[in-house]
Nanobody
Framework: QVQLVESGGGLAQAGGSLRLSCAASGRAFSGYSMGWFRQVPGKERDFVAAVGRLSLRTYYDYADSVKGRFAISRDNAKNMVYLQMNSLKPEDTAMYYC??????????????????WGQGTQVTVSP
């Protein structure tokens, strides 16, 4: 069992930056792939970024809409995952969710395969 708690959301201006954090509790955190998703009211929860490790190699994946602006990282010693968001745009406004699952890099974008979810943190970007 893994519990996830997000923090770091808030209000930012377009062009600004925010860093989201996800604190994980439970065993074997380092063995899970970790992802960030976001959702706006009335729409599906969309993939943002993910990181996972397989056979001594770390894999990353980003949605095209955030590639080059967002960066995901993890600190296994602290059971933390981060999402550094730069050059924010109003369309980045959403509730951001942290997720954990036992999945490979080819499944990072499939939200149904994640086993654990946090409660979310709101990010609002003003023009």
């Amino acid at each position: 069992q893994v519990q996830l708690v997000e923090s770091g959301g808030g209000l930012a201006q377009a062009g600004g930056s925010l860093r989201l954090s996800c604190a994980a509790s439970g065993r074997a955190f380092s063995g899970y792939s970790m992802g960030w998703f976001r959702q706006v009211p009335g729409k599906e929860r969309d993939f943002v970024a993910a990181v996972g490790r397989l056979s001594l190699r770390t894999y990353y994946d980003y949605a095209d809409s955030v590639k080059g602006r967002f960066a995901i990282s993890r600190d296994n010693a602290k059971n933390m995952v981060y999402l550094q968001m730069n050059s924010l745009k109003p369309e980045d406004t959403a509730m951001y969710y942290c997720a954990a699952g036992s999945l490979g890099s080819d499944s990072f974008r499939t939200r149904e395969l994640y086993d654990y979810w946090g409660q979310g943190t709101q990010v609002t970007v003003s023009p």
